[in-house]
């Protein structure tokens, strides 16, 4: 499971201080260095971390620690805090209209789990925001993506629109939309081609279907097994795109978490679900407070 060994590494570091009757430079620098450790050992970003670290000390070190009556909490306090900030400091929520056709596409690599994303949410919509959702396959480029998607809404009973793999993704699209407004849903999901490396191609198609459905939100899909290339990806398809939030996939693995923490501060884009598993019901909505709760448990 994700983030178990840095969970484990940072509280050991952190009780290794509360054991010490009093707080000291030295053994608040010997946790820090833990602290530092931990987080490199999981893969975040080294300047992510450095900064981290530098608010920490700045605080931790600060008289009113010094002079409280329970320091090594305080500290703990302040490492939770600093990790919350990392994570985002509030829950961020997908964009639909509370009225009317809102729209959601889907963008990310190939096999980073887009397609079911896509029905995953399709689910939570459907379910906890009341939606009538279509889902449309505009992967025309996998050639079992669409099949793919019409087996996962079967599951989930969600229609699926498709005019199969011969029409062009933007056909789809148009034609999609027209369908729903025909249809009175109010929530459409995209589920767009992947390729295995981000190229032009790729963003100039999800460029002209964004031209042409003006989506409410624009989701990436990207794969926390990848570690830090979380980073890369999110910021190429955010300069591109202005991605609105993530769904970080493959949570269930033996993923070390790195990415998932860095991603926020370097592009100011926010995790909004994970998804831990190949089920359709394997989606969370991401809470950067439980979040941090569980990473010093
Ligand atoms: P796409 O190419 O981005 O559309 O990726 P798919 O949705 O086809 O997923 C690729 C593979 O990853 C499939 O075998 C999925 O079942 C699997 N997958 C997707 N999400 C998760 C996840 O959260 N955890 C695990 N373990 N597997 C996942």
Redesign the pocket.
């Given at each position: 499971m994700a983030f178990e060994s840095l969970s484990e590494r940072l509280n050991k570091a952190i009780k290794n201080i509360s054991g010490q009757g009093k707080l000291t430079e030295k053994n608040m620098n010997d946790m820090l260095r833990e602290v530092r450790m931990s987080l490199l050992e999981a893969d975040v970003n080294y300047g992510v971390v450095k900064d981290f670290i530098e608010r920490v000390k700045e605080k931790a070190l600060g008289q009113e620690v010094l002079d409280s009556l329970n320091p090594s909490q305080m500290v703990v306090k302040i490492v939770h805090d600093e990790l919350q900030e990392l994570l985002g400091q509030s829950d961020a929520k997908l964009h639909l209209k509370p009225n009317g056709l809102s729209t959601i596409m889907m963008v990310?690599?190939?096999?980073?789990?887009?397609?079911?994303?896509s029905a995953k949410i399709a689910r939570f919509a459907k379910q906890k925001l009341k939606k009538r959702v279509l889902l449309v396959a505009c992967?025309v480029v996998?050639p079992a993506?669409i099949e793919?998607l019409q087996t996962l809404g079967k599951q989930i009973d969600v229609e699926v629109f498709s005019l199969g793999a011969q029409t062009s993704a933007i056909e789809t699209a148009r034609k999609a939309l027209q369908y729903a407004n025909e249809h009175q849903k109010d929530l459409v999901i995209f589920?767009t081609a992947?390729r295995l490396h981000i190229d032009e191609e790729l963003m100039d198609e999800l460029k002209e279907m964004k031209e042409i459905v003006h989506p409410d939100d624009i989701l990436l899909?990207v794969d926390a097994m990848t570690g830090q290339d979380i980073v890369t990806v999110a910021k190429e398809f955010n300069e591109q795109l202005q991605i609105t939030g993530l769904v970080v996939?493959?949570?269930?693995?033996d993923a070390r978490g790195g990415g998932l923490l860095s991603v926020r501060t370097i592009t100011d884009v926010p995790v909004m679900f994970v998804?831990?598993?190949?089920k359709v019901e394997?989606l969370e909505e991401f809470h950067p407070d439980r979040m941090a709760d569980r990473i010093l448990g």
């Open positions: 990310g690599l190939q096999g980073t789990g887009k397609t079911t994303a992967d996998r993506a793919q589920d992947g899909t996939t493959k949570m269930d693995g998804s831990n598993g190949e394997d």
